[in-house]
């Protein structure tokens, strides 16, 4: 099993930054990909950023050059830095952890709102 404790999210005002972050524990976890999808009502999830075992990150085309997911020394921590939100930025975010087999495990997620 898995243990994703996500940090961060709220309310800021356009323009502005937050930062979230998901600590990730369990017997069975091993460094491998993490990220971040987020879901506003009535939309379907979408990817936000991910970082996989070696590094390597991937974006939505909607926040490329505004978040940047980095991840811990240890690797069991992954955080995105949002800047310059929107209020299309609304969204309740959900921390993720895949495994080698491609099965994902998902946090609580934590509400982010973007006031104009």
């Known amino acids: 099993q898995i243990h994703l404790v996500e940090s961060g999210g709220g309310l800021v005002q356009a323009g502005g930054s937050l930062r979230l972050s998901c600590a990730a524990s369990g017997s069975r976890f091993s460094v491998n990909t993490m990220g971040w999808y987020r879901q506003a009502p009535g939309k379907q999830r979408e990817l936000v950023a991910l970082?996989?075992?070696?590094?390597?990150?991937n974006y939505a085309d909607s926040v490329k050059g505004r978040f940047t997911i980095t991840r811990d020394n240890a690797k069991t921590t992954v955080s995105v830095q949002m800047n310059s939100l929107r209020p299309a930025d609304t969204a309740t975010y959900y921390c993720?952890?895949?495994?080698?087999?491609?099965?994902?495990?998902w946090g609580q997620g934590t509400q982010v709102t973007v006031s104009s």
């Open positions: 970082i996989t075992s070696s590094g390597r990150t």
């Open positions: 993720f952890y895949r495994t080698p087999l491609n099965y994902d495990y």
